[in-house]
């Protein structure tokens, strides 16, 4: 079965970049079927799409209006995984983060990563 | 961007009988609406997608109905490992949103 597993730090400092991995297993990244997505939960703002990528003959991205700008969404084709990478944080982008599997194809989404709680704190 | 609103906040009910949670669209999202169970400590499990259809390894005590705007999750007999929260999302529109949560507790 489908699987994610993600990695990353965390604790990040102010100002600087979240960065995190999530890779993939029983599924390819290039799929044509679905997308990969990054998900967040906090208290304060609930559980916010971020964004995703898919390829459909070329990589294709879409962003989440609230962190257009400051995000980024990379496969990793070599390794089949994805990244996400959130600049200029502050404490608000504090929350659980996820990777999940989902839309373009798939209802909803329907594989998650395990989550990892990243802190924004000096 | 589509706001999804759930009822109520919290939900109190006893081991075996049924739980009906709702789950408002600010505007139509047809029929493309999931929900969601999530567990402390765990990400979220999709239950059910297309507003009625039950994800693969879903029990048949869980059911959804609507379409357009309003839906509802039933839980037809809890039992002990459903107490739970439960989400519900819109994957109609882009960007995709998600309800606030409702949390079935233990009466």
């Known amino acids: 079965q489908v699987q994610l597993q993600q990695s990353g730090p965390g604790l990040v400092k102010p100002s600087q970049t979240l960065s995190l991995t999530c890779a993939i297993s029983g599924d390819s990244v290039s799929t044509d079927s679905g997308a990969w997505n990054w998900i967040r939960q906090s208290p304060s703002r609930g559980l916010e799409w971020l964004g995703r990528?898919?390829?459909?003959?070329?990589?294709?991205?879409d962003y989440a209006e609230s962190v257009k700008g400051r995000i980024t969404i990379n496969p990793d084709t070599s390794r089949n995984q994805f990244s996400l990478h959130l600049n200029s944080v502050t404490p608000e982008d504090t929350a659980v983060y996820y990777c999940?599997?989902?839309?373009?194809?798939?209802?909803?989404?329907?594989?998650w990563g395990q989550g990892t709680v990243v802190t924004v704190s000096s | 961007e589509i706001v999804m609103t759930q009822s109520p906040v919290t939900l109190s009910v006893s081991p075996g009988e049924r739980a009906t949670l709702s789950c408002r669209a600010s505007q139509t999202v047809n029929s493309n609406l999931a929900w969601y169970q999530q567990k402390p400590g765990q990400a979220p499990r999709l239950l059910i997608y297309?507003?009625?259809i039950r994800a693969t390894g879903i029990p048949a005590r869980f059911s959804g109905s609507g379409s357009g705007t309003e839906f509802t999750l039933t839980i037809s007999i809890l039992q002990s490992e459903d107490f739970a929260v439960y989400f519900c999302q819109q994957y109609n529109n882009w960007p995709f949103t998600f309800g606030g949560g409702t949390k079935v507790e233990v009466k």
């Open positions: 297309g507003a009625s």
């Open positions: 999940a599997r989902g839309g373009l194809g798939i209802d909803g989404f329907d594989v």
């Open positions: 990528a898919y390829y459909r003959s070329k990589w294709f991205n």
